[in-house]
């Protein structure tokens, strides 16, 4: 079961939650033990899972800032400026994988699946994969 | 095949090998070739793979003090005072996928799974999942 | 499916494109959905996900000579000098997972599947496992 889904970010750096979307195509695929993976197949934009507490959700952007600053004399902003961002990608990945337990996400209490935009905003989409324990 | 694990962690900020307990649930699934995902449900903990010598469990911890250091004017910090232990937690990440191969992990000599503690000391739990190929 | 590679690194620190050998393994496991492992069972070395821009590979060795510099005081540095290319490798992580979709890597326009040297030049090999959805 694999599923894609598009959406419209609405900032230059932005997080979106996810889960829902994930839970739907866990809930569609009746699997009962597996794995779900979350992917983004842009190279300035990641997926993480953590807690999506306002406040967090800023510290987490200001964390990328401080690592990897725009314009910071980057090679690559020879050809485009946004090397900070493929920067920040890199760091946070693009992929994760989370168990399938009972036909559902094991997902923890305050944990989301967050969409991080980080050269927007722009149509991006990520796909949602379940396979079979 | 899945399994979940308890431990019980006991400093502020730890490293726990937990390589055994991942190797146990392999061994027990019988899966010859395939995917083990280790798992932490937690927002404060995270899940990473690498050499477990005792002064290099410092440098992991002194990095991630540097990285993400403790009460630095977080947003979150307003609610909870433990931005930090979340923003380590999504630098490293929750979830790592290790494959299988002929009945056993495929981890390298020096490799061990590490359970990392970011906002301790609590009752904390993982999962390990395994998927055949 | 599961195939391992063996390649020979020529510098310290250094940038790898593995993608074909990546999407030659998911071409013979002829999985029509699933997903696929990438992974390195050194832990000087890391695997991850972005674009192989001349510049932006340049960029990335620099931004990981920022984070965690060579011999910066490590405690593991008593032992071996190389702390710094774990706490790289851990920071990158040794480990992706692709969703393969209609028997091929679900990649993005501009993502390249990347090998890190971070303790080189070795010889080295990686892992890719296929797994059926």
Known sequence: ?????TIRTRKEVELIDITRQVAEVVAEAKVEQGLACVYTKHT???IFINEAESGLLQDYLA?????????AGYAHDRIDSNAHAHLRSALLGCSVAIPVVDSRLALGTWQRVLFAELDGPRERSFIVSVVRG
Chains 1, 2, 3 share one sequence.
């Open 1 to 5: 079961m694999i599923k894609r889904y």
């Open 44 to 46: 300035t934009t990641a």
């Open 63 to 71: 964390l990328l800032e401080k690592l990897a600053p725009p314009r």
